[in-house]
């Protein structure tokens, strides 16, 4: 049941960013019908909404419009011969999982959590687990269908307008709403992931190793303790993954349960914070003891593979209702030594609580503001603190030097100033942006801050 | 199981069309837009392998709807239960709205309703375990300044529910009719409302449920008839006061 007049009604909201960095009050429209598609409001700064589990609060805008695509969720074509699936932009990674591993088909690139949304997916052109192999979001994106009310609805690919596609696939959803995709997915070779964990004990060492890993592994990324002392500092371990041969191997059908429920405010529930320098070396303590198994070899399932964050997510309530910083930086394989001693010069001045750290092998060519290009991706987590933010400039600073690209996605305190600076092709980005939508209708804090 | 479900694009409709696909039922869909139809239609024969025909049909112009209607099951077989999840409403529903614009609520809500049960009832009489499902409103309980017509189309529809029941007493036909308290849909979005609301998907697995079981009428959740009762009790001298 609906109004009569066609529209959505509007609430209006709290929002926060999932790392609890920005808060803005807003107005938020879960439209129902594709009529809503049909009105060409233009007066309203607006942008898409997806789970809203965006870290840099791309989804909203201080006293802007958010559309939540929660209704559209639906998959809406499949091609068999060309495991090429149809679906709304709303729909969760999870739910298509469930579709795509009942014909025996999954999507190599899927960030960690299930809850995310196609159309988040493709606005942030995430990664995966080897992204050095699968590529990011768009590798696996054939066609998509976007909305703006000055252009009406358009539909994208490479053949088609091929300029806007690629605005659009790693946009962060200022280019419009995201309405359908068409995605490329490939055979599960098998529902059984065989994982396996080999230790370190200093970083470089583990670098190298995971570069190894990488090239012949399906999934490959390190772990790395940043709370310990002295020597064992960014000890850790490598984790390979393969999808498993042999017995036990065969069944292919995958239904699982629902992701479990994650929000931006669930997240920041707890008020106080429990992390600080000395828990987190409790909190690594016991991350490594949990990884015995995987030290012998263990075998998983590809749905805990694919989405480990599953069995994981209390780990982002310890940080209280403050919140959190991540620092997600590509650099150049040569420059990640550099980086590393800055990090441990600066830890032997202070000690930080480094909650989190994390590596993979990324491989490609940079473009536009998309997080791809050649090297190693670290990513830190730290609690956000009064000093929390002298640490990630102090990192900015590092980044700039070291020729790096942070994750515009992964940080709500970005300054314009660093991505400027790291991203030689911002300002195309912006001029691009600027000639397809002279009036900037889509806006989010992400793009406020970042002048975009 | 082939089902005809009026009004199925959204809020309780698309969840009772999601649930009885999972259940197996073949469907027929009626809505007002295509588009609607089509990606929710695609939806349930990718991922549950069910038939599913589809109704584009503005349930405002009554016979032209009835028509289509009848022409589409003809093709579709025999439909043995019908759930009309249908209606409409407006935030200007406050006693002085045009003639066109009544007409549209009383249409939607209960003209369309009873010409599509007069179709499909002579068809349901011969067929066991045929069941007819509608669906009103809290906002009926008791008249009030808002939605002012929407009410009374909810409340006409309430009494055609308990002539039809009584009409089919004799036959195998059952007759249920659901007032729905507060769902999450686009009605209730956004509102502050005094008591929590329920997901489409709970009102539809509860119907679903209630399958075949002959108890006339039923609110849901079912703690809204308490609350329907304290309403209908008040003295006029404090409800004319309320403002809601």
Known sequence: ????????????????????????????????????????????????????????????????????????????????????????????????????????????????????????????????????????????????????????????????????????????????????ARLCAKPIPSNSIDLKASAFTRFEEGLASLVHAAAHADFAYSWHDMAAAGKH????????????????????????????HLSAEGRSAWRLPLLNSFSARGLNLVYRFQQRAALRGKRITLLDALFPVHRAQGYFRLFGSRGFHEYQVLLPSDAMHEYLRAIEARIRRRPLAITLASA???????????????????ALNLPRSESSLDVMAFLD??????????????DSRLPRAVVDACYPGADGFRSALRAFDPQRLFRSELSERLGL | MRT????????????????????????????????DLDALAAHLRLLHRVEVSTVAADANHVAACIERVSEAAASFGPIDSVYFPIGASRNDDRGSMRVEEMDAILNSNLAVVIGLTAAF???????????????????????????????????????????????????????????????????????????????PRSVAEEVIRNRGKDFGKRFL?????IIALAVRCLPWNVYKRLDF
């Open chain 1, 360 to 378: 993979k092998v990324f491989a490609g060519t940079r473009e536009s503001l998309r997080f791809t290009g050649d090297g190693i991706c670290l």
């Open chain 1, 233 to 260: 500092l960014g000890a850790g371990y490598v984790f390979e993954a393969r999808f498993a041969t042999g017995s036990g191997s065969d069944p292919v059908i995958e239904e699982g349960p629902e992701p479990p």
């Open chain 2, 221 to 225: 959740p079912r703690y809204w008839a």
């Open chain 2, 4 to 35: 005809l479900i009026v009004g199925a694009s959204a809020g309780v409709g698309r969840a009772l069309s999601e649930v009885l696909a999972e259940r197996g039922a073949d469907l027929l869909l009626v809505a007002s837009d295509a588009r």
């Open chain 2, 121 to 199: 009832l002579p068809s349901l009489l011969e067929l066991p375990g045929a069941q007819i499902v509608g669906f009103g409103s809290i906002a009926s309980v008791r008249g009030r300044g808002s939605n002012v017509v929407y009410a009374a189309a909810k409340r006409g529809l309430e009494s055609y529910f308990e002539s039809l029941r009584h009409l089919t007493a004799k036959t195998q036909v059952r007759v249920q009719f659901y007032q729905l308290g507060y769902v999450a849909t686009q009605q209730s979005f956004g509102q502050r409302l005094l008591f929590p609301a329920v997901s």
């Open chain 1, 397 to 410: 600073e590092r980044v700039v030097a070291l020729r790096g690209v942070p994750n515009i996605i992964k």
């Open chain 1, 1 to 180: 049941m609906q109004e009569m007049s066609g529209g959505a009604p509007r609430s209006r909201s709290d929002f926060v960013s999932f790392d609890g960095g920005t808060r803005s009050p807003a107005l938020l429209q879960q439209p129902d019908r594709y009529r809503y598609w049909d009105r060409h409001d233009v007066q309203s700064p607006r942008i898409s909404r997806g789970a809203g589990l965006s870290y840099a609060a791309a989804s909203f805008l201080g006293d802007g419009l958010s559309v939540a695509h929660a209704s559209f969720d639906r998959v809406t074509g499949f091609d068999e011969q060309q495991a090429v699936v149809e679906v709304e932009a709303g729909i969760t990674l999870g739910a298509l999982h469930r579709f795509l591993s009942q014909k025996g088909l999954y999507l190599p690139v899927q960030p960690g959590h299930g809850r995310i949304t196609v159309g988040g997916c493709i606005a942030a052109d995430v990664h995966g687990k080897n992204q050095a192999r699968d590529g990011t979001f768009i590798d696996q994106v054939k066609a998509l269908t976007l909305f703006h009310p000055r252009h009406g609805v358009l539909e994208l690919s490479r053949e088609q307008d091929p300029a806007l596609f690629r605005l659009t696939c790693g946009g962060y959803g200022l280019t419009g709403h995201i309405l359908k």
